[in-house]
């Protein structure tokens, strides 16, 4: 009988168990020392960080590429081989990955080096989940300056893996997080330019509460936190009605979520008698393409508060 992916990937976290178990070493500092750090992450927005910190020090590899719902991933084959040669493992955490928590946790407790960017950070500068009352919401990276504590976590982690080239990764980690307090900056000097009254961010699911936080906004999604929760034909409805009672100028589509949900708010606000316009698509959950300016952490930050400040000012 075959495995289904979920269980191919326990069993490899059995097998990396075993091997610890048996004394063999995942990786030695020396043969570390003489070739590029291996890591495999799950988002991208991950993978942003591990190349601006690891630099040439590090050869990265995703799991969740641009489109990609990270709630809703399925693992593959391949990403077992990708988790199996990597030398470090680097996870958002906060039940973002859903299915694949579990994994992560089982391959760290069995001494594969493997680190929730989250781990870290202060439970008080979380948000709750509105799906799950003892969980938290994940989307931490629409916070610019607690997306920091992402980075260090990431630099912090590299340099125990790697200490020969610890001063290498606490450079990096230092620039990279001048560009982000820069960043943090150019959102807030945007915002500025969009009406207190404005700025209501209403998306297809519930992923921007810390931009909302951080930025001034009141945000609204028609999915919950987890897109696995399904909008129904109410959801839309309340929605439209709170569009359409407070004149809501425009709303928005994501890049990793099908975008007929927002088009039947859209219509259903028609009815009502106000006509919101769609403004643009936001990335939340994936990353754009690599090479595209949507395809840095800053660049589809940028990308996504220009969209909304345009459609809203």
């Known amino acids: 009988m075959s495995r289904t992916p979920v269980q191919t990937l326990v069993a490899t976290a059995l097998l990396v168990a075993g091997l610890t178990a048996c004394g063999q070493p995942l990786a030695s500092e020396t043969s570390l020392a ?3 750090i291996k890591v495999t992450t799950t988002v991208g927005m991950i993978t942003d960080i591990v190349r601006n910190v690891g630099g040439e020090r590090v050869e990265v590899t995703g799991l969740m590429g641009p489109g990609v719902d990270p709630h809703l991933y399925k693992p593959s084959a391949g990403d077992v081989n990708r988790l199996e040669e990597a030398d470090i493992i680097f996870y958002v955490g ?5 299915r694949m928590t579990d994994l992560f946790e089982k391959m760290a407790r069995a001494g594969k080096p493997t680190f929730g960017v989250s781990d870290d950070i202060d439970r008080a500068r979380l948000l709750p989940s509105k799906d799950h009352a003892d969980q938290y919401d994940p989307h931490i990276w629409f916070d610019v300056l607690l997306w920091q504590e992402a980075v260090r976590k990431v630099g912090q982690e590299l340099a125990a893996l790697d200490p020969g080239s610890q001063g290498t990764y606490e450079h990096n980690t230092q620039m990279y997080l001048e560009q982000l307090r820069a960043l943090d900056e150019y959102v807030r000097e945007q915002i500025a330019l969009v009406p207190e009254p404005s700025r209501v961010l209403i998306t297809a699911h519930d992923a921007f509460n810390y931009f909302g936080r951080a930025y001034g906004f009141e945000v609204r999604g028609l999915q919950g936190i ?5 909008a129904g034909a109410a959801d839309v409805q309340a929605l439209a009605r709170l569009i359409a009672e407070r004149q ?10 099908p975008r007929e949900s927002i088009e039947a708010v859209q219509a259903a606000t028609r009815a009502r008698g106000w006509e919101v316009v769609v403004g643009g698509e936001l990335f939340s959950d994936a990353m ?15 990308h996504n ?6 459609a809203l000012r």
């Open 34 to 36: 003489q070739r590029k």
């Open 94 to 98: 906060l039940e973002l990955e859903g």
């Open 226 to 230: 987890s897109t696995a929760a399904e």
């Open 248 to 257: 809501i100028k425009a709303i928005f589509v994501e890049s990793s979520v």
């Open 288 to 302: 754009g393409a690599d090479g595209a300016p949507e395809g840095t952490y800053i660049g589809m930050v940028r």
């Open 305 to 310: 508060v220009d969209t909304i400040v345009r």
